[in-house]
Every structure is written in C-alpha cells, then in structure tokens.
C-alpha cells in the first residue's frame, strides 16, 4: 500500500508540475502574440 501511494504522490506532483509548466508556456505565447501585434500596428504607422 505505501509503495502504490507513494507512485500516485508523484505522479500528482509530475501532473502539477506539467500543469504549471504548460501555463507559463501558454502564457508567454500570449505575450508574445501580443507584442508580435503591437509591433506591426506600430510600423504600419510610421
């Protein structure tokens, strides 16, 4: 028994670390998305 829930407390903590890394991804996508944005609205201009 212990050794089962040992293997599911790290697969929790992997699924929370995969969680997190995806949304730091997703996250700087965004800002990049955005950024990409600005920029060509900022070019267009001048």
């Known amino acids: 028994m212990n ?25 700087l996508c965004g800002a990049a998305l955005v950024a990409g944005w600005g920029a060509t609205r900022v070019f267009r201009f001048q």
Do not use: K
């Not at 829930?5 to 929790?12: G, V, Y």
């Open 3 to 27: 050794a089962s829930n040992d293997a599911l407390h790290r697969w929790m903590t992997f699924q929370n670390g995969a969680a997190d890394a995806a949304g730091s991804l997703a996250s």
